[in-house]
């Protein structure tokens, strides 16, 4: 340990030591802080704020954290802050008494407290309530982090994200905005006539996607259980049951690695349509996401990172395999075989398992070389038959599907289809998931038979798409990393090897 480490160390310690005898000094007394149960509060500090000119000399009651606390002899100015943000308190010996100002002046910052007062504005012009009464709600014990250069460590804000909440106020505005977010896809959605719906997040069969799930253990039932990896199947259940228009909002959970785009555990919407198809479900997400960039950002030119993305409709689209020619010069149209695919793979610096078979190769080709270059939105359609076990054959090639994913700041942000409603075909396609579940591949999907049952009484024609929200709001907020959109993030203890 440094000495300057060493030093701040200590002086944490004594703050520590003075902020318990201070609670102890106050319980003594008959005031334990922790002892309050409630305080009505009149006005919020941007409603006083905003509506000045109404509330100007009249009596208010606020509530909040003190952040700041400025000594001017006989009186005190401080800010208190509640989630809609900050207000200057003016606090005078002679207003509250001798002993009530006395004990203010040892209250600390970050204590939470409540306050009574006129609204007034100071000779600098700032907006602040003359106190006249004021209660300590809840006892801080421990200083905040500005108090030592702020919170600034990456690591500290997501484990202790309360902390960052209370001294970053714009990580606040990101998740306001992930809320309003969600409202709107909901507003968009229902006003559409869709259905919103629950469905299980155990199962005993692991399938809607390739990705490897978390098992537990169902004691009573006495078998393992899986996580829910993707809510596609339950939901394509309910379009058989005669449900047309529904769609989920809910966790969903893959036990891989984590980046700056992947968490564990994470949020998606899905929303299916019967007798619509792939390219109905690109128009109706290309609206939705148009709508939230109108409603959440106020318009559809976001900023993302050092670029401006314009989103203006109509989107691109094109094919896998025209993406993948027009930046690596490979046509997978013309190639008829597996070890031409993979020969001219390798010569365009793709690295690729021995044995995949030619669409695998189009996919890594794609993956590899072009879904980073993809800034502007883009729709990639066609994607081969091998890597979506789920979607309907295209017509006029049965070695691609009717399949789409959408592209923003070089991110997959959703995937759709024309979903597949032959159960034959699903069950070969299932079945060859299984061989390659068997040889190791542990993202592989499991043969779903009741799934298979259920196409079995039929399925109408539809359309689905699976919307990654935490990868739009980090779009819609401006934010590289998912861990920025989400409250609690996974996070390795701090003390595990």
């Known amino acids: 340990m440094t000495r300057?480490?060493?030093?701040?160390?200590?002086?944490?310690?004594?703050?520590?030591?003075?902020?318990?005898?201070?609670?102890?000094?106050?319980?003594?007394?008959?005031?334990?802080?922790?002892?309050?149960?409630?305080?009505?509060?009149?006005?919020?500090?941007?409603?006083?704020?905003?509506?000045?000119?109404?509330?100007?000399?009249?009596?208010?009651?606020?509530?909040?954290?003190?952040?700041?606390?400025?000594?001017?002899?006989?009186?005190?100015?401080?800010?208190?802050?509640?989630?809609?943000?900050?207000?200057?308190?003016?606090?005078?010996?002679?207003?509250?008494?001798q002993q009530a100002f006395k004990d203010f002046k040892r209250l600390d910052i970050g204590d939470i407290l409540g306050a009574k007062g006129i609204v007034f504005k100071t000779r600098r012009g700032e907006i602040s309530v003359h106190v006249s009464e004021v209660v300590l709600l809840s006892k801080s014990l421990r200083p905040l982090p500005e108090k030592f250069h702020g919170l600034q460590d990456q690591e500290i804000r997501y484990r202790q994200r309360y902390l960052d909440l209370i001294v970053n106020p714009e990580v606040q505005k990101v998740f306001a905005a992930r809320a309003k977010m969600l409202k709107k896809i909901r507003e968009f959605l229902d006003s559409r006539d869709y259905l919103e719906v629950d469905t299980p997040v155990l199962n005993t069969v692991s399938g809607g996607a390739n990705a490897r799930p978390f098992i537990t253990r169902h004691n009573t039932l006495g078998l393992d259980m899986y996580l829910r990896i993707a809510t596609e199947l339950p939901l394509k259940r309910l379009l058989v049951g005669g449900l047309e228009r529904v769609y989920e909002i809910g966790r969903l959970f893959r036990n891989e690695g984590m980046d700056k785009s992947h968490n564990p555990e994470f949020t998606t919407i899905e929303y299916y349509q019967a007798y619509a198809d792939c390219n109905d479900m690109m128009d109706l997400t290309e609206s939705m996401i148009l709508f939230l960039c109108s409603e959440v950002c106020n318009g559809i030119k976001l900023s993302w990172q050092d670029t401006v993305i314009d989103m203006a409709a109509p989107w691109k689209r094109i094919t896998m395999a025209d993406a993948v020619k027009?930046?690596?010069?490979?046509?997978?149209?013309?190639?008829?075989?597996?070890?031409?695919?993979?020969?001219?793979?390798?010569?365009?610096?793709?690295?690729?398992?021995?044995?995949?078979?030619?669409?695998?190769?189009?996919?890594?080709?794609?993956?590899?070389?072009?879904?980073?270059?993809?800034?502007?939105?883009?729709f990639v359609t066609r994607h081969p038959v091998e890597v979506s076990p789920l979607a309907k054959r295209c017509a006029d090639d049965p070695r691609f599907t009717d399949r789409f994913e959408l592209f923003v700041g070089g991110k997959e942000l959703a995937n759709g289809f024309s979903e597949l409603n032959d159960p034959i075909d699903q069950r070969m396609r299932f079945e060859r998931q299984a061989l390659l579940r068997e040889k190791g591949d542990q993202e592989a999907q499991m043969i779903d038979e009741d799934f298979l049952l259920a196409l079995e009484h039929g399925m109408p024609p539809a359309g689905g798409v699976g919307v990654g929200i935490d990868r739009l709001c980090m779009l819609l907020t401006n934010n590289s990393s998912i861990r920025d959109v989400l409250l609690f993030p996974t996070m390795k203890p701090e003390n595990a090897q």
């Open 326 to 378: 027009e930046v690596t010069g490979i046509d997978f149209t013309l190639i008829d075989n597996d070890v031409t695919a993979a020969k001219q793979a390798k010569a365009a610096d793709v690295h690729i398992k021995d044995g995949v078979s030619q669409g695998e190769i189009l996919f890594a080709c794609f993956d590899q070389k072009v879904e980073h270059t993809l800034i502007s939105p883009t």
């Open 4 to 97: 300057e480490n060493h030093e701040q160390s200590h002086d944490i310690r004594e703050l520590l030591q003075m902020r318990r005898e201070k609670l102890l000094q106050l319980q003594s007394d008959g005031a334990d802080p922790f002892q309050q149960t409630r305080w009505v509060r009149t006005c919020t500090a941007s409603e006083i704020k905003e509506n000045f000119e109404a509330l100007d000399g009249a009596e208010v009651s606020i509530c909040g954290r003190q952040m700041s606390k400025r000594d001017m002899g006989k009186a005190f100015f401080c800010d208190v802050l509640d989630q809609t943000g900050r207000i200057q308190a003016y606090v005078k010996s002679d207003d509250l008494g």
